[in-house]
């Protein structure tokens, strides 16, 4: 099977009634509609082909990842249970994830991921269900395992790979802090804050958004080493900033550096080293496919979803993420 075409409603049943072992990405109208079977799916209308990025309620994504299974293992996990998610997972295998956008399991998840046990034994990846931009927070973001539908659980997919192989994740993140940004300070963790301290000062984070027309630069903060990305939503109904990945209090983050025409092309230079290589499976965030201009605009070598979050070991926010399958030395 190719991955590089979307799949119609009716050739992605038929890929669930063949016994295919498939993550399944699209709006939830269709998903709602496909059978029971060995998936897992997620709600999301942003995808990509070989045509581009696009944004549709008629196709779906699908990744056949049969032809890397010696077994595999569905779990379905909530806010008290994800952290065993590592845990679950094959001596060499894969572990894909989906969990819906601002719920329990992804504040969770997004707070704690790191301390997971076993958590860099088997390459953890996957990313976060949502719906129309548009129409986030009205809308339910959704899960399904095999045909059931969830909106507070994270599905996942444990894979295990043959002895002979082993899975390589690897993450672009081309986002820099801008060291002369004003600090900014939450004084609790969340997806959603009225106000920050910025600079010691207490503000409503709309407001100081609003401001400097702020809202395409992400937030960003140092976390053990790791530069960390925090994407924006604006809510103008409520007159809130929403993130899409939950922020931590009394940690400093500084607001991105500003220049789009930089950050897109080194967002290409960095897709392109691996292009030729065969990529498994990828996604990026919503963000890139908005900032970028990827409507339409075909990425060589590359298919996948636009997340509100991915999931590279934990999760992250504006990043391309991607597998790769290698020889075991």
């Known amino acids: 099977m190719t991955d590089n075409k979307l799949h119609t409603l009716e050739s992605t049943k038929?890929?669930?009634?063949?016994?295919?072992?498939?993550?399944?990405?699209?709006?939830?109208?269709?998903?709602?509609?496909?059978?029971?079977?060995?998936?897992?799916?997620?709600?999301?209308?942003?995808?990509?082909?070989?045509?581009?990025?696009?944004?549709?309620n008629e196709l779906l994504y699908v990744k056949d990842f049969t032809p890397l299974a010696v077994s595999s293992k569905f779990a379905i996990y909530d806010e008290n249970s994800i952290s065993q998610v590592t845990k679950d997972g094959f001596d060499n295998g894969i572990i894909l994830t989906i969990m819906p956008a601002f719920t329990p399991v992804?504040?969770?998840?997004g707070l704690h991921a790191p301390e997971f046990e076993n958590q860099y034994i088997n390459p953890l990846m996957g990313w976060v269900s949502g719906t129309d931009f548009d129409k986030v927070g009205v809308v339910p973001a959704t899960t399904y395992a095999g045909g059931e539908r969830f909106t507070d659980k994270a599905v996942t997919l444990h894979l295990q790979l043959p002895d002979n192989?082993?899975?390589?994740?690897?993450?672009?993140?081309?986002?820099?802090a801008d060291e002369s940004s004003d600090e900014i300070v939450f004084e609790e963790d969340g997806f959603a804050h009225a106000d920050c301290l910025v600079n010691g000062q207490k503000q409503n984070l709309f407001e100081y958004m609003e401001s400097g027309n702020r809202w395409l630069s992400p937030l960003i903060t140092d976390y053990s080493g790791a530069s960390i990305n925090i994407g924006l939503i604006r809510n103008d109904a409520a007159k809130q900033a929403m993130f899409a990945a939950p922020v931590f209090k009394d940690t400093v983050y500084k607001l991105a550096q500003k220049s789009a025409e930089n950050?897109?092309?080194?967002?290409?230079?960095?897709?392109?080293?691996?292009?030729?290589?065969?990529?498994?499976?990828?996604?990026?965030?919503?963000?890139?496919?908005l900032n970028f201009g990827l409507e339409g605009k075909p990425i060589k070598g590359f298919?996948?979803?636009?997340?509100?979050?991915?999931?590279?070991?934990?999760?992250?926010?504006?990043?391309?993420?991607?597998l790769l399958i290698e020889d075991r030395v």
């Open 14 to 56: 038929k890929l669930i009634e063949e016994g295919r072992l498939l993550v399944i990405a699209g709006a939830d109208v269709l998903l709602a509609q496909l059978p029971k079977g060995q998936w897992i799916g997620g709600s999301n209308p942003y995808l990509l082909d070989a045509d581009g990025g696009k944004q549709t």
């Open 106 to 109: 992804h504040l969770t998840f």
């Open 165 to 176: 192989k082993i899975g390589r994740i690897e993450i672009i993140n081309i986002y820099e």
């Open 263 to 289: 950050y897109q092309k080194a967002f290409f230079e960095q897709l392109s080293k691996d292009a030729d290589k065969e990529i498994v499976y990828s996604y990026s965030c919503l963000y890139n496919y």
């Open 303 to 322: 298919t996948g979803v636009f997340t509100y979050g991915e999931v590279g070991y934990q999760l992250l926010n504006i990043t391309f993420v991607y």
